[in-house]
């Protein structure tokens, strides 16, 4: 079983940036493919990034790529988004998600949420 845990959301103004972090409680964690996913008011969720186990298939959605960087610490359990320049249209909750490779997203964190006011 995979349990993840969010945090470091907030709200910050139009412009600025924001670290969001994902503990994971798994012995494969390293194994895993980790991604972002976040949710709007009204609206369905959505991808927002990913990051392999290893290697250079890293996404990003293509409204916050060059904005926003997935990165992990396979010694630490965790993943990170950094996001910067932020807009109002970021304002989301945001989620931690884990699949196997090959696998559907099937863990998902408690959600975090980001509101990013003008």
């Known amino acids: 079983q995979v349990q993840l845990v969010e945090s470091g959301g907030g709200l910050v103004q139009v412009g600025g940036s924001l670290r969001l972090s994902c503990a994971a409680s798994?012995?494969?964690?390293?194994?895993?493919?980790m991604g972002w996913f976040r949710q709007a008011p009204g609206k369905e969720r959505e991808f927002v990034a990913s990051?392999?186990?290893?290697?250079?298939?890293?996404y990003y959605a293509d409204v916050v790529k060059d904005r926003f960087t997935i990165s992990r610490d396979n010694t630490k359990n965790t993943v990170s988004l950094q996001m910067t320049s932020l807009k109002p249209e970021d304002t989301a909750v945001y989620y931690c998600?884990?699949?196997?490779?090959?696998?559907?997203?099937?863990?998902w964190g408690q959600g975090t949420q980001v509101t990013v006011s003008s």
């Open positions: 998600a884990a699949r196997w490779p090959g696998s559907s997203w099937e863990y």
């Open positions: 798994v012995r494969t964690f390293s194994r895993y493919t």
């Open positions: 990051i392999p186990w290893s290697g250079p298939n890293i």
